[in-house]
């Protein structure tokens, strides 16, 4: 049986088929950029959402790689530029210009989209501030804080502008020393505080509104000799910390406001008493904080401020009779901190060991015992003085000099030689001051030194004994007469 010869149709493209082919290839193209756009606004919304909870858990780093991801996809994104620059005015130096940049995209962005811009200007008062902050000129420092004033000022509408205009009088009574600026601060955060009782008010303001508005409020109040306005700047200076856990400048600043509020504490002893166990887990809670970081710039900014607020709460306790409670708090301060790197704390110890050798009553067994340990410290005080090139230093080291010799005469006959020496070198800086030329005349005498050098200091100490000094020079010259 023969086989039939197939014959070959052509493929013909008829009008219809080829529609449908173009139809096909259009919606395949139109189906690959719908999954790209989907792929890309998926990749935009997960780094927005994992930016911003990075920010709001404090963690800068994590938030600006995520958001600078973001608004690759999304570049007109107003709240990811918004604390992309506010990421950047925050880490300050160089990347001031960076912020700027992103609050110009800020206002562009926001424009186009008709939204509103005001983080844009709260933001760049900020970076005019910062600018002048570094200024030394006082031109410079005006013309800087003036363009921040008329940025806050155009935002009236929220609690930031308001603020921002505190700052701006609180960074001129710091850099040009003017105390009605910082009368004028005074009265902004007062209306901030009234106009935050309104509740349409507080809803409006920011965490980093707040943040701004609780330290400025604390530094306007730490200036203050009130102890209720110093409480007061502390409760501030917390709640920053309650707000942003990790800000250095709340802590260092809360520091320094206890050491202040502790300076006039002008309380009794059962006050004291009740406040010395909050005050002991606040010591502590810094001490942990700052001695267990790894950054050596963050020990550096808080060993001062916790060693100040710890000298300054010892001299409290001290005051009113707690003398182991001021003692132990000392030798914490010497365990914890290089200590001897600060000539204040040291000071301070060593007035503090010295009127503890000086009490009434003491055992000769336990006045010996006082006596070294106040000597323990002008060894490493001295090494910290160092040369007396300046009036501070000077008189620093002749109150030193004459302590020591105080301590020295309590030694007996062991110890005149060394404080008539410490007396001579006091001399050498201030050779008319009364106190080192009576306490020489009294060594002198003790220690049956001839007649004439005793006269020699007597009648230096005679010649400066004016007012309330005469009638202790009157004792003095008592015991010199006494054979």
């Not at 070959?8 to 139809?23: P, R």
């Not at 790209?36 to 994590?62: C, D, H, M, P, T």
């Not at 009036?391 to 000099?401: E, G, I, N, Q, W």
């Not at 020591?404 to 005149?416: D, I, N």
Request: charged fraction near 30%.
């Amino acid at each position: 049986m023969a086989i039939e010869k197939v014959e070959k149709k052509k493929v013909e493209l008829t009008k219809e088929a080829l529609f449908q082919l173009i139809g096909a290839g259009v919606m395949v193209l139109l189906s690959l950029i719908l999954g790209w756009f989907a792929i890309s606004n998926w990749r935009a919304k997960s780094a927005l959402v994992a930016g911003f909870q990075a920010y709001e858990g404090n963690n800068s780093g994590n938030a600006k790689r995520e958001l600078q991801d973001a608004v690759r996809l999304k570049p007109d994104h107003v709240g990811a530029l918004e604390v992309l620059a506010k990421l950047a005015c925050d880490a300050g130096g160089p990347e001031l210009s960076t912020a700027e940049d992103y609050y110009r995209r800020v206002r562009s962005a926001a424009q186009n989209q008709n939204v509103d811009s005001t983080a844009a200007k709260i933001g760049m008062g900020v970076i005019y501030l910062k600018h002048a902050d570094k200024a030394t000129a006082s031109k410079e420092i005006l013309d800087l804080v003036g363009k921040a004033q008329a940025e806050f000022r155009t935002a009236p509408e929220v609690p930031e502008g308001e603020i921002g205009l505190g700052h701006c009088e609180l960074l001129l009574a710091s850099k040009l020393g003017d105390p009605k600026r910082l009368a004028a601060a005074a009265e902004i955060f007062k209306r901030v505080r009234t106009s935050l009782g309104n509740r349409d008010m507080a809803a409006k303001i920011s965490r980093d509104g707040l943040l701004d508005y609780y330290s400025g409020l604390g530094r306007v109040l730490a200036a203050s000799e009130k102890p209720e306005e110093l409480k007061e700047a502390c409760d501030s200076f917390q709640s920053c910390l309650q707000l942003a856990r990790r800000w250095e400048v709340a802590r260092a600043d809360l520091m320094l406001a206890e050491a202040r509020r502790w300076s006039v504490w002008k309380g009794s002893a059962a006050e004291i008493a009740a406040l010395e166990p909050e005050m002991s887990l606040l010591r502590k809670t810094q001490l942990i904080y700052w001695k267990d970081s790894r950054e050596s710039a963050l020990v550096a900014a808080h060993k001062i401020p916790w060693m100040a607020f710890s000298v300054a709460f010892a001299q409290a306790l001290a005051r009113v009779g707690n003398i182991a409670g001021a003692g132990a708090i000392f030798g914490e301060i010497r365990t914890n901190t290089n200590y001897n790197e600060v000539p204040d704390p040291l000071l301070i110890e060593s007035k503090f060991r010295c009127d503890l050798a000086l009490r009434e009553g003491l055992k000769p067994s336990e006045q010996d015992t006082a006596v070294r340990d106040a000597l323990s410290v002008f060894d490493p005080l001295f090494k910290r003085l160092g040369t007396a090139t300046d009036d501070v230093t000077k008189d620093r080291m002749a109150r030193s000099l004459n302590n020591q010799a105080v301590m020295r005469s309590l030694q007996g006959s062991s110890g005149y030689a060394k404080a008539k020496e410490h007396l001579t070198d006091a001399l050498k800086l201030f050779p008319d001051e009364y106190v080192y030329n009576r306490n020489l005349a009294l060594v002198l005498k003790r220690s049956k030194a001839p007649p004439a050098g005793i006269q020699a200091a007597l009648d230096k100490a005679k010649a400066a004994a004016t007012g309330k000094l005469a009638e202790d020079f009157d004792k003095v010259q008592k015991v010199i007469e006494e054979k």
